[in-house]
């Protein structure tokens, strides 16, 4: 089946302890992207990758870090979690376009954060 | 940067009845696509369209590209309690980055 996975789905930590959210997907797509949701602000991209090792900002970068080894894997990572960056993120997948970015994204589950 | 605009930010109708939403641009779109997110789930894209003027139906759902790409609107007909959840609009504009709304909550009274 095709699809996005995330781990975990849910995650309660402390400031300032280091976290992972993994990302796979197993379409073969160029394309992975990191959004996080919060009551107001609709979806808002954090990072992107259109290919393994290329990465880029978003439009709410800071704090966050990602990386692209593999085509299937895009982890996020949260050196130090602050307060603020409690949420909702998911992860998207998608073939990549004719421009270079991405149409059709597929989105994982989503990852509940809470940093106390 | 390129915004899209969706209101109201809720919309509560009775089963059976048909809902139109709305999603606009101060700037010119190439692509628009309508997305639903369950309670609980990540967002599922529902239409994409890709030229000006195209209607595209999914079932109940009939989305359509406005012809001044500006615009794009989502109708959904005989709605139903599973039509429930939240309503992205999203797009492409002149930097070919997908942009999208802040969304629509959906309550569908029995």
């Known amino acids: 089946e095709a699809q996005v996975t995330q781990n975990p789905r849910y995650l309660i930590t402390v400031t300032g302890k280091k976290l992972t959210v993994t990302c796979s997907q197993n379409?073969?797509?160029?394309?992975m992207s990191w959004y996080r949701q919060d009551p107001g602000l609709g979806l808002r991209q954090i990072y992107y990758?259109?290919?393994?090792?290329?990465?880029d900002k978003g439009d709410v970068p800071e704090g966050y870090k990602v990386s692209r080894k593999e085509k299937r894997n895009f982890p996020l990572i949260l050196e130090s979690p602050s307060p603020n960056q409690t949420s909702l993120y998911f992860c998207?997948?998608?073939?990549?376009?004719?421009?270079?970015?991405?149409?059709?994204?597929?989105f994982g589950p989503g990852t509940r954060l809470t940093v106390t | 940067g390129q915004q899209l605009n969706q209101s109201p930010q809720s919309m509560f109708i009775q089963e059976g009845e048909d809902v139109s939403m709305n999603c606009t641009s101060s700037?010119?779109?190439?692509?628009w696509l309508w997305y639903k997110q369950d309670p609980g789930e990540g967002p599922v894209l529902l239409i994409a369209?890709?030229?000006?003027?195209e209607l595209t139906s999914n079932g109940r759902l009939t989305a359509q590209f406005g012809t001044t790409r500006k615009d794009s609107f989502l109708n959904i007909s005989a709605s139903i309690p599973s039509d429930v959840g939240i309503y992205f609009c999203?797009?492409?504009?002149?930097?070919?980055?997908?942009?999208f709304g802040k969304g629509i909550t959906l309550s569908v009274r029995p």
């Open positions: 998207a997948s998608s073939l990549k376009s004719w421009t270079g970015f991405s149409y059709e994204q597929y």
């Open positions: 379409m073969n797509h160029e394309y």
């Open positions: 990758s259109m290919n393994v090792e290329v990465t």
């Open positions: 700037s010119i779109f190439n692509t």
């Open positions: 369209l890709y030229k000006a003027g």
């Open positions: 999203a797009g492409t504009g002149a930097n070919s980055k997908l942009t």
